[in-house]
């Protein structure tokens, strides 16, 4: 089957560093992305991999490995309105996409 | 970006009744939107995929008779939940994604959401 692995929660504090990691495994692989979600809103796109390798834009950057089926994404500087949920999401072969729980992020002060 | 609307935004309607949502695609063509439900604290559910001029494709599990799919035109999908019940509050979300010929971006395009309160 289809199955794609996240933590539930994450703390961090403000302006540090934090990495949530994704694990996934479907039928074919066209890609990953990771999306933001604030509470009561719609999903925002943050970072789209198809290739190995890390790919950094801002204070976010995203991490791919195809032959392990993880990627990362980076948060640095963390402010508190990066509080959030962050959903991981493969696109299978389909080119569907199949969605993680996703990671509830906390900042602290 | 391209931008998807979604109206209403948030709506409270009574047990029995039915809702209409409308998704829009806003400055490209739309030929497949993406409907999907998102109960608190969980992750987004898709419940079908649709197609313009043609049928829906829904998710196991999804009631296709209770969840109504219209995809009449390249910018506009519209979700009718018939017969809503309380069990139906929900965070329902539409997506889509740029088409041109020869291809897609990957990327999805979300709607703002509708809240949905049966009551």
């Known amino acids: 089957g289809q199955n794609i692995d996240q933590p539930t929660e994450m703390t961090a504090t403000e302006g540090a560093i934090v990495q949530i990691n994704c694990t996934y495994q479907?039928?074919?692989?066209?890609?990953l992305f990771w999306y933001q979600q604030h509470a009561g809103e719609a999903p925002t796109f943050l970072s789209y991999?198809?290739l190995d390798g890390l790919e950094e834009k801002g204070r976010f950057s995203s991490f791919l490995s195809r032959s392990k089926g993880y990627s990362y994404l980076l948060l640095k500087e963390l402010q508190m309105k990066d509080s959030a949920s962050y959903l991981c999401?493969?696109?299978?072969?389909?080119?569907?996409?199949?969605w993680g729980a996703g990671t509830k992020l906390i900042i602290k002060p | 970006g391209a931008v998807v609307s979604q109206h209403p935004s948030w709506v409270i309607c009574k047990s029995g009744t039915s809702v209409k949502i409308e998704c829009r695609s806003l400055d490209f063509q739309a030929t497949t939107m993406f409907w999907y439900r998102q109960f608190p604290k969980q992750s987004l559910m898709l419940m079908a995929t649709?197609?313009?001029?043609?049928?829906?494709?829904?998710e196991q599990g999804v009631e296709k008779d209770k969840f109504l799919i219209n995809h009449a035109s390249l910018t506009l999908s519209t979700l009718t939940v018939t017969s809503a019940h309380p069990e139906d509050s929900s965070f329902y979300i539409c997506?889509?994604?740029?088409?041109?010929?020869?291809?897609?971006?990957?990327?999805?395009?979300f709607g703002p959401g509708t809240r949905l309160t049966v009551t």
């Open positions: 997506s889509s994604r740029e088409e041109a010929s020869g291809g897609f971006s990957y990327e999805q395009y």
């Open positions: 479907t039928s074919g692989f066209n890609g």
């Open positions: 991999n198809v």
């Open positions: 999401a493969a696109l299978d072969s389909n080119y569907q996409l199949i």
């Open positions: 649709s197609n313009e001029g043609s049928k829906a494709t829904y």
